[in-house]
């Protein structure tokens, strides 16, 4: 694998250790059994918690829950050797480093000491239920209704594209608690999936990132106790919007690692696939679209390092995090189907990683909010600092 710009402190021990860490269990525990599980459509409980023995679930939890109390960096780590073993499971990512993090930031102590360890372990997989059949980027067109009963809390709802919704255990909601508050109806509970009137529906079957469960919930008038709402009453849009410039920072890590996997071994492949008694490689229309991907992967490295500094330093912002998604992904887009189209035939063949890729890539420009929503936020950023 060639070097990209790299930050500085990576080349740290430690660092080093994840990463190797890292490769090694996905190279050894995930690659084999890939394709099995893409048939399917979920992977092996087993592998969460083998995950989990190798402290690569939730990074960033505090030593005191179980975690290794790692920063931004370990978790980017584990997301790049996930995306260059080639396997599309973002539901990893979106467990560990986007999921959990809002136990850890906003759990009451018996909400942390009831969940934590056991997300860390793999032995509780989580996920977050936001989207709904009439409600996605739009988070304020939520209708998922919690209605206080009592101490408690009865959820009446339907959501979907659930990532992790087939096998989780635990899944924060999100819900009206007032309807007519406005940027104060919204509202997040912790649902145990044991919970009588929680039901799963469809298995999803998507285009692509077809080893990774995604799925269909229901909640009918399903009773949580009042110590289930996570962080204060109506306060989950607020939340949401927080945690969010992270979250979609972690699509641009994962765009970027892709495109850079890809891109090597295309790179490879035409050195080696002859053509008229030569490898195409020689062949100039083909040095120049990877001189054009390469150049395009040293500026989409050189700006996720840059967003990657600013969450360090604390100061992240949506509009940046907002440009990155979507310059990686779009990115990651244009890298895949110039790599494809240079493979010819077998590109578009399923057992070529590429074909997987050129498939799995297209979600990145959706989920997380949509490309057209990011430049909504870029473009209200514009006109506060320049409207009159």
Request: proline share 3%; aromatic share 10%; net charge negative.
């Amino acid at each position: 694998m060639e070097t990209f710009v790299s930050l500085p402190q990576l080349a740290d021990e430690e660092y080093v250790l994840t990463r190797e860490t890292a490769r090694r269990f996905f190279e050894g525990e995930i690659a084999p059994h890939y394709a099995e599980w893409e048939k399917r459509g979920f992977v092996d409980r087993e592998m969460w918690k083998k995950a989990g023995s190798q402290g690569l679930l939730c990074t960033m939890i505090p030593e005191e829950y179980g975690g290794i109390g790692g920063n931004f960096l370990h978790a980017m780590i584990v997301v790049e050797e996930l995306a260059r073993c080639e396997c599309a499971l973002p539901g990893l990512f979106t467990h560990s480093d986007i999921i959990v993090p809002y136990i850890a930031r906003l759990g009451t102590e018996v909400q942390k000491k009831r969940w934590l360890r056991g997300c860390v372990s793999g032995e509780v997989i989580t996920s977050i239920a936001i989207t709904e059949p009439g409600a996605g980027s739009d988070m304020k067109g939520v209708r998922l209704q919690a209605k206080k009963d009592g101490d408690d809390w009865i959820l009446n709802g339907q959501k979907t594209f659930i990532t992790n919704g087939w096998l989780a255990d635990l899944v924060i909601v999100v819900a009206n608690t007032s309807p007519d508050a406005g940027s104060k109806s919204k509202s997040l509970f912790l649902v145990d999936t044991k919970t009588e009137g929680f039901h799963r529906g469809r298995l999803l079957e998507k285009i692509g990132q077809k080893a990774q469960d995604t799925a269909e919930l229901f909640f009918d008038d399903v009773r949580v106790p009042a110590d289930a709402m996570l962080g204060e009453e109506g306060m989950g849009l607020q939340y949401l919007m927080q945690e969010l410039p992270v979250e979609r920072l972690f699509v641009g890590v994962w765009a970027q690692a892709v495109a850079e996997t890809v891109f090597e071994r295309t790179a490879d492949y035409v050195y080696e696939r002859k053509a008229f008694g030569q490898p195409i490689g020689n062949f100039q229309s083909i040095k120049f679209t990877l001189a054009d991907i390469r150049t395009e992967l040293e500026v989409g490295r050189s700006f996720l390092n840059d967003c990657v500094g600013r969450v360090l330093q604390g100061n992240l912002t949506s509009e940046v995090a907002s440009m990155a998604k979507i310059w990686l992904s779009e990115m990651q887009g244009r890298t895949v189907d110039q790599c494809l189209q240079l493979f010819g035939g077998y590109g578009y063949m399923w057992e070529y990683p590429v074909a997987r890729a050129y498939a799995d890539s297209r979600a990145q420009r959706i989920y997380g909010g949509t490309n057209e929503i990011m430049k909504e936020i870029i473009s209200r950023g514009i006109q506060h600092r320049h409207a009159k």
